[in-house]
């Protein structure tokens, strides 16, 4: 059993390897949620990798919304057992399981929604939350959203009900970056207060301040999963920076979805140490 | 002729909603959802008699897709169910996304299609519908006629795993199938042989294409008629075959000429069987508002237009 901790720089080189293997994707959302995506499905969620089934009933489910950070979402899967590591090596190429953005036609163990257009994941979150209801299924279903995702209508189609609906078996987390293709998030098209948003839909907010602490996110998933059952649908407002762990990096928009050439593949990888062995 | 006769006038929503509550009763994983239009789509007695199944999302046609999509996750058969026009454009990419690329269990059911809504007007008539559902790989696409057909088509799509496109309007129709037909997807259904011409229809057209049949038949034209009610996947081998007896072909539809059953015909046909064809469908321009009649008659969409139609493409033979 790895230590949690030798995740977060072995998932980066993955994504790093990936991306710059075929000089496509999107590495900056992805290394910033390295610390969520380890917490989540090493820690948090009750899962069961090794007999995956499309009917999620009897686990906990997690649904990716702002489907372009497969890298990342791969890379966690393959290294939690749900198949296996060598076939990283064929993201984004023609015939592969691992496609530019999430799909079950193909069957990769772990996927159960197509997603790339954004906004969508919510909604479907909803129905599997009400269906758990109906199947008196005590497990939970979690999200995550880019912040800029959140400027699509249906998202807040789907808040406005989660909350008037008290669909408490739900936590959505947002990626709270403050970073989107065109710029930052405040430039482009502003959230304003989305705590008291959230909050003005009935939903309780939790707010992860150091998004990239992996014992601060286990904690704050921790406090979202012991909030949840009350009346109201979870929201956790994960504050992280886009390109976290490489210098040149971190907090650039610029890598929403630019591949590493050789020489920004190198610096990376030389700052990420191998823990647990490269793809 | 078989002689088809009718002892009363049925709109194919309610054969809908009658089969939503048989359903209701008999299937567990059965649960519906609607956005805001419960009584127009006839999920009034399901919605009393299973509440804790039953999901008004408010107007919010885009999530209800969604949360359909989820509930197949948790082993659930979901019926979703507004006006066609708000759950076919409206959330097209929400059903291509998380329906139909993800290879969801959705029941699409699609009430007030077409011309029929009348007074209501153009922003109300689904007129692309099957166009753009058609369009959609692993996508089902029933548009069946009457009352009977209709309730026999909803039992059936609950049998099917996969997504389905079921169109369905609001006037009351002959109801003349029979009430205890089993319904086959993909199987069109023979109405009438003959060896002159012939009439594929689909939907509300069905009705006035017998019509038209009677009246050609009285003339001594011979009509291969046949019920057309899945548009996807056609019924490949007996349109090749009828198209080979008789070299001529009339597609009949409540629907843009652009997109509907008609080019799935012609586009089959000029690859197996190329055959001249006249199409009585809407010639690609938006409904207004009217009653459903006289805008069916308007666009040629009633019996007197089917007969010209066969004329036309008799001309071409």
């Known amino acids: ?279 | 002729m078989t002689k088809y006769t009718y002892s009363d006038k049925k709109d194919t929503r309610s054969g809908f909603g009658d089969a939503i509550t048989e359903l209701g009763n008999q299937n567990e994983k059965v649960v519906c959802l609607t956005a805001d239009v419960t009584g127009s789509v006839k999920m009034g007695t399901f919605a009393k008699q299973h509440p804790e199944r039953f999901f008004n999302v408010g107007i919010q046609e885009a999530n209800m897709i969604g949360m359909a999509a989820g509930f197949s996750l948790e082993g659930k058969i979901p019926f979703a169910s507004t006006f066609a026009e708000f759950i076919s454009g409206r959330v097209y990419d929400q059903i291509r996304q998380s329906v139909a690329y993800s290879e969801k269990n959705v029941k699409i059911c699609a009430s007030h299609s077409g011309l029929t809504v009348g007074e209501d007007g153009a922003t109300h008539q689904a007129l692309e519908d099957i166009g753009l559902m058609k369009m959609l790989p692993n996508m089902v696409v029933i548009n069946p006629c009457d009352y009977n057909q209709t309730k026999a088509a909803t039992l059936a799509i609950a049998q099917y795993e996969g997504p389905v496109y079921l169109r369905f309007g609001r006037p009351k129709v002959p109801n003349f199938t029979p009430d205890n037909q089993v319904f086959e997807i993909g199987k069109g259904i023979q109405l009438n042989e003959g060896n002159d011409v012939s009439i594929f229809a689909t939907g509300h057209l069905v009705w006035e294409a017998i019509q038209a049949t009677e009246k050609l038949e009285s003339e001594g034209i011979h009509v291969d008629l046949i019920n057309l009610h899945t548009i996807k996947p056609l019924d490949a081998n007996m349109v090749i075959d009828s198209a080979k007896k008789t070299g001529a072909v009339v597609s009949c539809e409540e629907h843009n000429r652009l997109g509907g059953m008609g080019e799935s015909i012609s586009g089959l046909l000029a690859q197996n069987q190329p055959t001249p064809q006249e199409f009585v469908a809407v010639n690609d321009v938006f409904g207004e508002s009217g009653t459903g009649e006289e805008l069916m008659h308007k666009h040629g969409l009633d019996a007197e237009g089917i007969y010209k139609a066969v004329k036309r493409v008799l001309a071409k033979k």
Do not use: C
């Open chain 1, 1 to 279: 059993m790895a230590n949690l901790a030798d995740y977060l720089p072995q998932v980066r080189r993955d994504i790093v390897r990936m991306v710059h293997d075929v000089q496509s994707g999107h590495p900056g959302g992805s290394m910033g949620t390295v610390e969520f995506f380890t917490a989540l499905f090493h820690k948090i969620m009750d899962i069961n990798p090794e007999n995956f089934k499309i009917n999620s009933t009897g686990e906990d489910v997690f649904l990716l919304s702002n489907g372009h950070i497969t890298p990342v979402y791969y890379s966690t899967l393959a290294r939690r057992g749900y198949f296996p590591i060598s076939e990283l090596s064929s993201f984004r190429r023609l015939g592969s399981r691992l496609q530019g953005h999430p799909s079950v036609h193909d069957g990769l163990p772990g996927i159960r929604i197509a997603s790339g257009s954004l906004g969508q994941g919510l909604s479907v979150a909803l129905g599997v939350a009400q269906g758990k209801k109906i199947n008196n299924d005590k497990h939970l279903v979690y999200t995550l959203h880019g912040d800029g995702e959140l400027q699509e209508g249906q998202i807040w189609e789907a808040v406005l009900y989660a909350g008037a609906k008290k669909v408490d078996n739900l936590i959505a987390t947002v990626d709270y970056n403050n970073a989107q293709i065109d710029g930052k998030v405040d430039d482009v098209l502003s959230l304003g207060n989305l705590r008291a948003k959230f909050e003005a839909f009935n939903w309780h907010v939790i707010d992860i301040k150091e998004g990239n602490n992996l014992d601060a996110v286990i904690a704050g998933l921790e406090e979202a999963k012991n909030q949840t059952g009350k009346q109201k649908p979870v929201a956790v407002l994960l504050h992280t920076k886009m390109g976290y762990g490489v210098d040149f990096m971190q907090g650039d928009y610029h890598w929403h979805g630019k591949p590493f050439n050789d020489v920004q593949r190198d610096q990376a990888l030389a700052q990420l140490k191998e823990t647990l062995g490269d793809y």
